[in-house]
């Protein structure tokens, strides 16, 4: 199986995503946090991305193809894969629709994630992750058991340096202006589910449930 987490920062498609991943046995394959983890670990292709990353820019189109190119050839993704942040722009979503053709497969779902702007931005800023595991927090919704540090492995939580006012007011415009046509062109194809992904993690996640379950 094939899927497309598609919506704005701050959507929930990280924490879906990880789930999704999980319950239907595919890798979770996110443009973003393979960009953290090369940048982290002081990679050329991490430190360049890093610049765009900081200030809410998308990274060019290019950089970011050749990285889905290469994991998705990876043997663990010959069952199917779950994309997470891409494709973010059409040239994406045209390069990547080759890629599979190419290869005899095809998207089964694009899920689009529907929040509104006041509801991401509360979203972002309050959002905490953690700096070994990624695993994200939000201050008041989903906080940590111990304050600044990630239950799961015990690491600190820090702000991304993205989910600073103005650089989430950088991606929301990036999304509007880029990213947002790409609904246009996965519409036209049949392959878009709208989700709505406001209330509870559990909640959503019980919608998009839904959908998976519907492809089979
Ligand atoms: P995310 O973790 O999905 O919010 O992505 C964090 C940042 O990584 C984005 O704001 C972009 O700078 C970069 N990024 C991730 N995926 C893409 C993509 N498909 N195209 C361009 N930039 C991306």
Redesign the pocket.
């Known amino acids: 199986m094939i899927l497309v987490l598609f919506g704005p920062?701050g959507a929930g498609?990280?924490t879906q995503g990880a789930r999704i991943a999980d319950a239907v046995g595919i890798p979770n394959v996110?443009?973003?946090?393979i960009?953290?983890g090369l940048a982290a670990a002081g990679t050329e292709v991490g430190t360049q991305?890093l610049g765009?990353?900081k200030r809410?820019?998308?990274?060019?189109?290019q950089i970011?193809v050749d990285l889905v190119k290469e994991r998705i050839a990876q043997p663990d993704c010959e069952k199917g894969f779950l994309l997470?942040?891409?494709?973010?722009?059409i040239a994406?979503a045209e390069i990547l629709d080759t890629m599979l053709a190419d290869l005899g497969l095809g998207i089964d779902a694009v899920l689009n994630f529907d929040v509104a702007e006041d509801l991401l931005i509360e979203r972002l800023s309050g959002r905490r992750t953690c700096i070994t595991c990624g695993a994200t927090y939000h201050v008041v919704a989903v906080p940590p058991k111990v304050d600044g540090t990630c239950d799961a492995c015990g690491a600190d939580l820090v702000q991304r340096p993205?989910d600073m006012p103005e650089s989430i007011r950088t991606?929301l415009r990036?999304y509007a202006a880029k990213t947002e046509p790409v609904l246009g062109y996965y519409g036209a194809k049949g392959s878009l589910k709208n989700i709505e992904a406001i209330g509870s993690p559990e909640d959503v996640f019980a919608s998009v449930t839904a959908v998976v379950q519907s492809l089979d």
């Open positions: 920062p498609k990280g996110s443009t973003g946090a960009f953290r991305a765009y990353m809410g820019e998308l990274v060019p189109d970011v997470d942040g891409f494709p973010r722009t994406q993205d991606r990036e």
